[in-house]
């Protein structure tokens, strides 16, 4: 019988719905999300409505996507993301490891003596939540373009054949997450690491004749948990815990 069963959603995967930033961009796009990595996530994207682009930047080089309603994109970790919004693009979020991405594991591209600690870093990245929605609009507004701004110099850079500033990034952007790797590996344990042990488990059941597993079947539901939130690329709704 297979005991201490994962019952969570497929895989420990994590969902948001995403309504990418419409503000104009300093270097002319209508509208776009604030750029950064994963560290330990794939990430995936769906797009349910409208236009835009998601632009890549890797060690290999800058990548233009195109994103149109149908569009299934992901990348895997390390990948520099910035979303383009050329007229109401609007994505389902995939997300490895229960949500991750959103809770923690994303590093934006800021100028470098931002990231110097942990401590600068989040101080350089907190939207206020005391604050009027007009003012954490500002200030998500102004984290979006100061990030946009670093990433156009990474990109300029590697594709000058200079990896000195890319690779830099990406040490700091390791230096900031090390304190938080206990914390996610135990998210980790606990979601995709106990989802796949499961599957294992039932598939060496099944393979002894023993179907108990499915009395034990269950059905989840849920909704969001916050709507419009302030995130990284967009308007998020979030479904927390899933």
């Known amino acids: 019988m297979v005991s201490g069963a994962y019952d969570g959603f497929p895989g420990a995967v994590g969902v948001s719905r995403l309504r990418v930033y419409d503000w104009p961009t300093a270097d002319g796009e209508s509208g776009g999300g604030t750029p950064h990595l994963h560290l330990t996530c794939t990430e995936g994207y769906v797009v349910t409505a409208g236009t835009g682009t998601v632009q890549t930047l890797t060690t290999s080089g800058y990548r233009e996507t195109p994103l149109e309603a149908g569009t299934v994109a992901w990348f895997t970790p390390g990948t520099i993301h910035r979303l383009t919004n050329h007229g109401g693009l609007e994505i389902t979020v995939v997300m490895q490891n229960s949500g991750l991405p959103e809770a923690g594991d994303a590093v934006l591209t800021l100028p470098q003596h931002l990231l110097a600690d942990p401590g600068t870093y989040a101080e350089a990245v907190r939207i ?115």
């Open 128 to 242: 206020p939540a005391d604050v009027p929605e007009a003012d954490q609009a500002d200030v998500a507004r102004a984290r979006r373009d100061l990030a946009t701004g670093r990433f156009l110099e990474l990109r300029e850079a590697t594709e000058r054949g200079d990896p000195g500033p890319l690779a830099a990034f990406q040490q700091a952007a390791a230096a900031l997450v090390r304190p938080r790797l206990d914390a996610w590996e135990r998210r980790w344990r606990a979601g995709a690491s106990a989802a796949a042990e499961t599957t294992g488990a039932q598939l060496g059941a099944l393979r002894r004749q023993d179907a108990r597993h499915l009395t034990a079947a269950r059905v989840g539901a849920t909704g969001p948990a916050a709507r419009g939130r302030f995130g990284m690329c967009g308007r998020l709704d979030v479904y927390p815990g899933i």
